[in-house]
T-cell receptor, first 114, second 119 residues
Framework: GDSVTQMEGPVTLSEEAFLTINCTYT??????LFWYVQYPGEGLQLLLK?????DKGSNKGFEATYRKETTSFHLEKGSVQVSDSAVYFC?????????????FGKGTLLTVNP | GAVVSQHPSWVICKSGTSVKIECRSL??????MFWYRQFPKKSLMLMAT?????????EQGVEKDKFLINHASLTLSTLTVTSAHPEDSSFYIC???????????????FGPGTRLTVL
């Protein structure tokens, strides 16, 4: 079945540091890929997505590129801020169909210190 | 943007009792809602798909008589944990899809979750 493996945390960085959170996936078809973010006390929010190979999703300075050859969707940000402290989840959904079930990774806790 | 709420945000109950968790889409109608369970340091596990006006579809290994789901309206789905036991203690999260024409069908909107502790 489908699966998502992402970097175990926690990750602690200083403000303005470079961030990479690795994510690789296993899927039988051509999935859509997502990064969700969960701020303390809030629900998961879609951060960015990519629906086909070589697509780059970007939002709020974060970006991730859908790499079919390495089955990866690593999240990057050039300069993190304290407000980026949250849990980040990589996820995929089956392509096509009408259910769009999501398969999640375990989540990576990011703490950014001033 | 679309908002999904859950109630309660946390609940403590005694073993053997039943607990109901509500999931509401506040500013859109949702024909499909999902229920997830999250264990500490684990990924979200999809429990079931809730469709308005029809029976829920449960994932393999999820006991449908244990986790009763009712999607009685286009803005409300409920999850009832029946005869709860300590092993049911977990974080339960719902999500909702807006219908086609109201945003991307790839985008699920998530509730903030409900922490259930069974003593």
């Amino acid at each position: 079945g489908d699966s998502v493996t992402q970097m175990e945390g926690p990750v602690t960085l200083s403000e303005e540091a470079f961030l990479t959170i690795n994510c690789t996936y296993t899927a039988t078809g051509y999935p859509s890929l997502f990064w969700y973010v969960q701020y303390p006390g809030e629900g998961l929010q879609l951060l960015l997505k990519a629906t086909k190979a070589d697509d780059k999703g970007s939002n709020k300075g974060f970006e991730a590129t859908y790499r079919k050859e390495t089955t990866s969707f690593h999240l990057e940000k050039g300069s993190v801020q304290v407000s980026d402290s949250a849990v980040y989840f990589c996820a995929l959904s089956d392509s096509g169909g009408s259910n769009y079930k999501l398969t999640f990774g375990k989540g990576t806790l990011l703490t950014v210190n001033p | 943007g679309a908002v999904v709420s859950q109630h309660p945000s946390w609940v403590i109950c005694k073993s053997g009792t039943s607990v109901k968790i509500e999931c509401r889409s506040l500013d859109f109608q949702a024909t499909t809602m999902f229920w997830y369970r999250q264990f500490p340091k684990k990924s979200l596990m999809l429990m079931a798909t809730s469709n308005e006006g029809s029976k829920a579809t449960y994932e393999q290994g999820v006991e449908k008589d244990k986790f009763l789901i009712n999607h009685a309206s286009l803005t409300l789905s409920t999850l009832t944990v029946t005869s709860a036991h300590p092993e049911d203690s977990s974080f339960y999260i719902c999500s909702a899809f807006p219908p086609s024409g109201q945003g991307s069908t790839d985008t699920q909107y998530f509730g903030p979750g409900t922490r259930l502790t069974v003593l």
